[in-house]
């Protein structure tokens, strides 16, 4: 039974991938990591005698550390964290138990580079429809919950990208991109290693919805109707996808939890 400071992998799986999910802190010495190169979906590394840089870096209320097994350099890190006014939790059992339960890992080897500040930095052409607001969103809720976005004219992404060091996305040529019939939110959840069953079943939608082809799932028309209608509410492109994290939210959440599910509206007529 996990104590009042710990969350168990099942409890953390649930809330991965949604708003509330809390920051996540890896610090696993260099020995355990190097041995197993994985992140737990949206983690970041520190060192686990740097908790004051972390506090500091991170200014979030809440957080779960995790190390290899979950004792005492998990603890103690998350110790040191509630002195900060952080509320912080330990992964019961830590990076060995995730694993062991065969939930997503990140494989930090397919990581862009991070910038001085810590975060990774994307670039991709404006006026964002479908692909270019899935993929900022499926990184901010699973790989870097910091990633910034850049939305430029298209004939200057990759130019944007040499000066900047951001990494592209959706455009051609490009490692993060369109591959065969699959769009780019496809190679991310393929490339990061964090496919998992609702996730899956959204990539068909926006599939479906990306390429013009509504027919692969029923709901990719209404994905794509409620994104057109999205781009034309706003001008700014970092506001509408801030505002289009919403609709993938609860793609998502339906994905996940609620298929099955219909709504039944309630007769008023007189039954013959």
């Known amino acids: ?62 957080a779960v ?6 004792f005492k350099i998990s603890q103690g890190a998350a110790a040191l964290l509630r002195t900060r006014g952080i509320t912080a939790e330990t992964l019961e059992g830590g990076h060995v138990a995730w694993r062991a339960a065969g939930l997503p890992l990140v494989n930090a080897a397919k990581l862009p580079k991070h910038q001085a500040t810590g975060h990774t930095l994307w670039v991709t052409r404006h ?7 899935a ?37 051609e040529d490009v490692f993060w991109s ?30 479906g919805a990306d390429t013009d082809r509504h027919e692969v799932a029923p709901e990719s028309a209404g994905l794509l109707a409620a994104s057109l209608g999205l781009s034309r509410m706003y001008r700014d492109d970092l506001e509408q996808m801030e505002t289009g994290f919403l609709l993938y939210d609860a793609f998502y959440r339906w994905a996940r939890d609620a298929t099955n599910e219909t709504h039944d509206w309630p007769s008023t007529g007189n039954s013959a």
């Open 1 to 62: 039974m996990a104590s009042p400071t710990e969350i168990t992998t099942t409890q953390l799986a649930r809330l991965i991938g949604t708003p509330l999910a809390p920051v996540l802190i890896d610090v696993r010495i260099d020995e355990d990591y190097d041995a197993d190169p994985y992140l737990i979906p949206g983690a970041v590394r520190y060192r686990f005698d740097d908790m004051d840089r972390c506090a500091t870096d991170l200014g979030y209320l809440s």
């Open 65 to 70: 550390v995790y190390c290899q097994k979950g």
């Open 127 to 133: 006026r964002p429809k479908i692909d270019r607001i």
């Open 135 to 171: 993929c900022p969103w499926l990184i901010r809720r699973f790989v870097d919950p910091k990633a910034q976005f850049l939305f430029v004219a298209p004939s200057q992404v990759l130019n944007v990208a040499d000066k900047f060091s951001a990494t592209p996305f959706d455009v």
């Open 178 to 207: 369109h591959r065969g019939d699959t769009c780019t939110f496809d190679t991310m959840i393929s490339e990061f290693g964090i496919g998992n069953e609702a996730l899956d079943r959204l990539a068909t939608i926006v599939r």
